[in-house]
């Protein structure tokens, strides 16, 4: 069997959820599985020297347009949230306490908490909003209530985004192919490409 | 006859490089024509906060990965100059002069400029350098070198850098098909579906 492709993306990112929609889809064609690994794009915006996209001069402007355009030609439903850019360390925090439970619940999680934030426009940012959803999908409230202000679920979060950064991730979505980097949403062709061809 | 494609890129853009190997090809399927527009992406890099690609920490050493990937992938030649970012005003200038002059020959210039500093890895940066290019494609080396120094023809490529910004480009490559503004050399892919649609 090998080794699944890794899928950094962050809560608060568009483009991330767009290629959240379409990436296990595309491994499975390869018999490939896909391990999610929500991290903190802002964890690196002072070494890049970036910002939120959307507050960008121009390329805001540009995002803003190119997003919901994608998302039309990809059939995915969007819609921007209010509050946005917004907090994404709770929606990290649960994702984590669950995914060393159980990955499977952990990625309906994710996946459920991209369709709220992007798929109606709703915030997630705040932990009990993150706990709604959860609780939505089965989760114990009162358990996820108490991870999110647990040391070590913290500290777990935390964790994966150090590697994330030392894996040299930037940007969300960020996904490797047996340690291939490919950043961007526009990049799923190559990286269907790369795993039909293994490389060029 | 359908609008002309606009293409803007800058002489310094390896990303750009990429995207004028096949720009003309994908529009020539459906009946259109491109118009090259060279400009200089550092006009907006104080607005967008941004600075040339390869010195950004970590976006950096992820292009240096990248462009010479995506350049095999389209079976397009590859070197990165030594001298990078290079300037690259007289190449516009250079450009522009020609245009007016000859369409034609212009587009045949920059493509010629583009395969010496990208397919070549040669610097293009100096007035020189650059007529020695235009010169290998008949263009008169003396009236090309005076024209560099022209103010008309400096405050010609000025004032296509201020039509670009105006219009939103931050980047390059940066096409618009019928107004519809499309960024970076991942989405040609999108450009192509646009034409073939009429947009979605």
């Given amino acids: 069997m090998p080794d699944p492709i ?16 379409r990436i296990d889809a595309i491994a499975e064609k390869f018999g ?9 794009i802002g964890a690196v915006f002072k070494t ?3 910002q939120p996209l ?9 995002a803003r347009r190119d ?9 995915v439903p969007f819609r921007l949230p209010e509050r946005f850019p917004f907090a994404s360390v709770a929606a990290g925090r649960a994702f984590y306490w669950l995914n060393d ?6 990625k309906d999680l994710a996946k459920a908490l991209y369709h709220r934030a992007f798929g109606e426009g709703e915030d997630i940012s705040g932990g009990d909003s993150v706990v709604a959803v ?9 358990e996820l209530q108490a991870a999110l202000a647990d040391p070590t679920v913290k500290e777990r979060l935390k964790h994966e985004v150090e590697v994330a950064v030392e894996r040299g991730v930037f940007g969300s979505p960020f996904v ?3 340690g291939e980097p490919f950043w961007g949403n526009d990049k799923l062709t190559e990286v269907e490409h790369w795993l039909e061809t293994g490389g060029w």
């Fill in 6 to 21: 890794d899928f950094y993306f962050d809560f608060s990112s568009p483009y991330g959820y767009l290629t959240s929609k």
């Fill in 32 to 40: 490939r599985s896909v391990t999610w690994r929500p991290h903190l």
């Fill in 48 to 50: 890049t020297g970036s």
């Fill in 54 to 62: 959307l507050n960008i001069p121009m390329k805001g402007d540009y």
């Fill in 67 to 75: 997003i919901p355009r994608t998302a039309r030609r990809m059939g």
């Fill in 101 to 106: 439970r159980d990955p499977g619940k952990a």
């Fill in 134 to 142: 959860a609780a939505a999908q089965g989760i114990d409230a009162d």
């Fill in 176 to 178: 490797f192919v047996d």
